[in-house]
């Protein structure tokens, strides 16, 4: 087991666009982001992780893009981010004209095609992350995750949808076999809209659900997620305080699956 305590917040599919309101009169992902970066700042934690679809599209205006860029200069520990389905890497991608970097050092943005290692010395931390180029049945969110090769904690990042058996018809598909020969400590996922945790093999593995209500779930959640040298992974869902001030009637209905 690693010697470091070490804890996160795992965010994802805030889905910003071009609805955006002033303060005090924030659209549902406006209001999901900054309670996101609310909560990484009450619980203090060492990484802030969004795990893809921090966009709803990748046609998105310059104030979304400013707003974007407002929220992650806030967060006050290593932020790492990939793509998901909605802002994926495509040659149209919003990345080609928005550097989330501008926010400030901290951030780290995992964008090569075959994902990206990152290594957080003090924290006894490496991550993995591989975000979306092209949402398809052939792609393989899990394909290239190199094996572990130090004594710390190991964190994948990655964007597709859990299956347990079937489900070809769905893109970005992420099976147990796959997730249990990871080596992962930790997988942190996005794609799917609702809390779920899971666990194969030595790996805790979850979906934080949306922090955006309007993603049809009138819920807004985060997964905090702790790493102790005792007591391993604990996966936590999280409530987001935009919860309370949004009206369910407001919110989409629907079973919070990706889209």
């Not at 990748?58 to 006050?76: G, I, P, Y």
């Amino acid at each position: 087991m690693p010697a470091n305590y070490c804890h996160i917040l795992h965010t994802s599919d805030v889905h910003l666009d071009d609805k955006m309101g002033d303060e005090g009169e924030e659209s549902h992902a406006q209001r999901g982001l900054i309670d996101a970066v609310d909560k990484s700042l009450e619980l203090d934690v060492d990484l802030f992780i969004l795990a893809g679809d921090l966009f709803d599209h990748n046609r998105v205006k310059s104030r979304c893009l400013e707003f974007a860029t407002a929220q992650l200069a806030r967060v006050q520990c290593p932020v790492v981010m990939i793509t998901g389905n909605h802002d994926c890497m495509s040659e149209l991608s919003v990345y080609h004209r928005y550097d989330p970097l501008e926010a400030g050092a901290h951030i780290h943005f995992i964008k090569d095609e075959q994902g990206g290692v990152i290594e957080f010395a003090d924290l006894g931390v490496k991550v993995w992350g591989k975000g979306i180029v092209d949402h398809h049945p052939e792609n393989k969110p899990l394909e290239y995750v190199p094996p572990k090769d130090h004594d710390g904690w190991y964190i994948g990042v990655t964007h597709g949808y859990y299956v347990e058996r079937g489900a070809g018809m769905y893109s970005s598909l992420i099976t147990p076999d796959e997730i249990e020969q990871s080596s992962f400590d930790y997988l942190a996922l996005g794609h799917v809209h609702v809390f779920s945790a899971i666990k194969h093999g030595a790996t805790h593995a979850a979906y934080p659900g949306s922090p955006n209500m309007y993603q049809g779930t009138l819920e807004m959640t985060a997964a905090h997620v702790e790493f102790c040298p005792e007591n391993g992974v604990t996966v936590n869902r999280v409530e987001l305080a935009g919860h309370a001030k949004i009206e369910p009637e407001a919110a989409v209905a629907g079973a919070g699956l990706p889209f």
